[in-house]
């Protein structure tokens, strides 16, 4: 993790706090025609959404189960995040994606 990024969260925008704020390095480098999201919903995506679609497909890695085996069947796998941080994105940078 970094501890500065102007182009996430600028230095003093809300707090001191974010200051001390960790940030993802290489955060460019999230496959999005893997987990089928489309390139504007990728560049405007929160890090944890990234982060929890790429640890549950280690998750099902780790199971001994390869991804590409479930691809196209009845299979559900469920997981949960809290996206606040979207929102307050979606206020300050006025992106509309949805």
């Keep these: 993790m970094v501890t500065r990024d102007e182009r996430r969260w600028p230095i003093g925008l809300y707090n001191d706090e ?3 704020s960790g940030k993802i ?3 460019e480098h999230f496959d999005n025609s893997y987990f089928c999201t489309i390139p504007i919903l990728a560049d405007t995506m929160e890090p ?3 982060i929890i679609l790429e640890t549950t497909y280690e998750a099902i890695a780790d ?3 390869p991804p590409q085996s479930i691809r196209g069947t009845k299979t559900g796998v ?3 995040i809290n ?3 979207m929102f307050w994105m979606n206020e300050f940078f006025s992106y509309q994606i949805f």
Excluded: D, E, H, P
Aim: charged share 15%.
């Design 48 to 50: 944890g959404s990234r």
């Design 78 to 80: 469920y997981v949960g």
């Design 83 to 85: 996206t606040v941080g």
């Design 18 to 20: 974010t200051s001390r």
């Design 63 to 65: 199971a001994g189960i």
């Design 25 to 27: 390095k290489n955060l």
